[in-house]
């Protein structure tokens, strides 16, 4: 399943770039959690549903994927940068 099947089949959508990145621009839908704090607000993101990470290039939410995995997480992708997610939108 791609990347928006997965948004359509209601996936959670975690921008994890700054609040001020956000508050700019960001995908319809998503949450802020940036990734220094994932861990802490990680009760936010449901382990039952897809997860499609984003942030501004892709380094930062391949870092919170490996993060979300080693705490449980299953279906956990990295969708790369915020370019890439406003194609899907």
């Given at each position: 399943?791609n990347?928006?099947d ?8 975690v921008d994890v770039r700054?609040e001020?990145e956000?508050?700019e621009?960001?995908f319809p839908?998503?949450?802020?959690i940036p ?10 993101i449901p382990?039952d549903?897809p997860?499609i ?12 994927a490996?993060?979300?995995?080693a705490?449980g ?11 890439d997610m406003?194609?899907?939108?």
């Amino acid at each position: 399943m791609n990347i928006r099947d997965k948004i359509n089949n209601g996936a959670v959508v975690v921008d994890v770039r700054t609040e001020e990145e956000y508050e700019e621009e960001h995908f319809p839908g998503a949450l802020n959690i940036p990734v220094d704090r994932i861990l802490v607000r990680k009760n936010e993101i449901p382990k039952d549903k897809p997860v499609i990470l984003y942030c501004a290039s892709g380094a930062r939410s391949a870092y919170a994927a490996h993060l979300l995995k080693a705490e449980g997480y299953k279906d956990v992708v990295n969708a790369g940068g915020l370019d890439d997610m406003m194609e899907l939108a």
